[in-house]
Every structure is written in C-alpha cells, then in structure tokens.
C-alpha cells in the first residue's frame, strides 16, 4: 500500500512540475498561481496542497531540486582532464554528464532560462561556473601575465558563453548528441587558454 501511495505522489508532483513549467512559459514565473495549477495539472486544489504550501514553495521546490542535480555533475569538472581532452580533440565524459543532465530536464533549463524564466537561475549556474570551473583552468599558470583579454573577463565570457551554447542546442530541439555539444564547448575554451594563455595539456 506504500509503495502505491508513493508511485501516487511521485505522479502528482511530476503532473504539477509539468504544469509549472507550461504556465512559467505562458505567463512567467512571478504569476503562477495555485489555480492555473490545479487546472493545468487536472488536480483538486486540497491534493496540491498535501505536496506544497502554495505556488511559490513549488517554484522553489523544484528549482532546487534541479540546481543540486546539476551542481553535483559540475562539480566533477577536473580542469586538469578537461584540457587533456581538449588537446586530443575528445569531448571530457565529466562535461558529457553534464550535458546529459541539461537533456534530461530539457523542458525545465528552456524556460526557466528563456526570456520568461528567472534570471537568477542563470546567474547561479555562471557564477558556478565561474568560480568552480573556469577560473581553475586559468589559475593553472599562476605566474600568467595578463593579456589583452585579462583573466577575469575572460572567465565571465567563457560562462556566458558555455550557458548560451547550450541554451541553443536546447531551444534548437537537441539535434546534437551531447557527446557533440561537450566537444564543442571543449575544443573552444580549450583552444582560447592554448592560443590566450599558452595553458597546455601536460604543460600546467
């Protein structure tokens, strides 16, 4: 009987994450409310509130359900391996993960990230990346003399662009396999530290 009430309550919750999401598209995030939910979703509005305490703690919920998906696969990043694949020309499999991560909640990063989204959102994962990942790579020359594109600016472009790249493939229907996608993103930022910096694989 637990088991039946749990595979119940995992559906609900997916019945109105779907519905979050076609009405975030529709209308933004700011005027979702427990009405178009309930509607969208085919509920009564008493079951929605077993699962949430309004739409708010729903947005919430499932916006932080999907950042700590995605964070744990970044954090596997390895600035080290990263380069190594790039100077061979492979996709990093750490970066594929991730990619595999933005498909699997394809329907989630399309909007929230979208002109109707929540820009907070794209902030976060930037800022992430930017602290976690990119700037790694270039503090492997800590004696780097600065160049005409200094190091700063060049880790916000890079995770502007890494998330504008994806964004694409997203909005565009994923034709790409996300093997392609992470070779892309590798062979370009691999290629701008080689050719900016002079950072090399096996010469960090």
Same mark, same amino acid.
């Given at each position: 009987?637990?088991?039946?009430?749990?595979?119940?309550?995992?559906?609900?919750?997916?019945? +109105?994450?779907?519905?979050?999401?076609?009405?975030?598209?529709? #209308?933004?995030?700011?005027?979702? /409310? %427990?009405?178009?939910? /309930?509607?969208?979703?085919?509920?009564?509005?008493? /079951?929605?509130?077993?699962?949430?305490?309004?739409?708010?703690?729903?947005?919430?919920? %499932?916006?932080?359900? %999907?950042?700590?998906?995605?964070?744990?696969?970044?954090?596997?990043?390895?600035?080290?391996?990263? +380069?190594?694949?790039?100077?061979?020309?492979?996709?990093?499999?750490?970066?594929?993960?991730?990619?595999?991560?933005?498909?699997? &909640?394809?329907?989630?990063f399309r909007v929230i990230l979208g002109p109707k989204g929540d820009p907070a959102f794209a902030v976060r994962i930037k800022e992430f990346l930017q602290t976690q990942h990119i700037s790694k790579i270039l503090d492997l020359r800590p004696d780097l003399a600065?160049?005409?594109?200094? #190091?700063?600016?060049?880790?916000?472009?890079?995770?502007?662009?890494? $998330?504008?790249? $994806?964004? &694409?493939?997203?909005?565009?229907?994923?034709?790409?396999?996300?093997?392609?996608?992470?070779?892309?993103? /590798?062979?370009?930022?691999?290629?701008?530290?080689?050719? $900016?910096?002079?950072?090399?694989?096996? #010469?960090?």
């Amino acid at each position: 009987m637990s088991e039946k009430l749990d595979r119940r309550k995992a559906r609900t919750r997916e019945q +109105l994450r779907k519905a979050l999401i076609a009405i975030m598209e529709e #209308k933004g995030p700011d005027r979702v /409310t %427990v009405s178009d939910l /309930t509607e969208k979703a085919n509920i009564n509005r008493s /079951t929605f509130y077993l699962h949430y305490t309004d739409a708010v703690d729903l947005l919430s919920q %499932v916006k932080g359900e %999907v950042w700590e998906g995605l964070r744990s696969r970044m954090e596997k990043l390895n600035p080290y391996e990263y +380069l190594s694949y790039a100077a061979r020309s492979e996709p990093d499999p750490a970066m594929v993960n991730v990619i595999e991560y933005y498909a699997e &909640h394809a329907d989630f990063f399309r909007v929230i990230l979208g002109p109707k989204g929540d820009p907070a959102f794209a902030v976060r994962i930037k800022e992430f990346l930017q602290t976690q990942h990119i700037s790694k790579i270039l503090d492997l020359r800590p004696d780097l003399a600065e160049t005409i594109v200094p #190091k700063d600016f060049m880790i916000a472009y890079f995770a502007a662009s890494n $998330l504008s790249i $994806l964004l &694409h493939w997203i909005e565009s229907g994923m034709r790409q396999s996300p093997s392609s996608i992470a070779l892309m993103i /590798t062979h370009i930022l691999g290629s701008a530290v080689r050719q $900016l910096y002079g950072i090399e694989a096996g #010469k960090v």
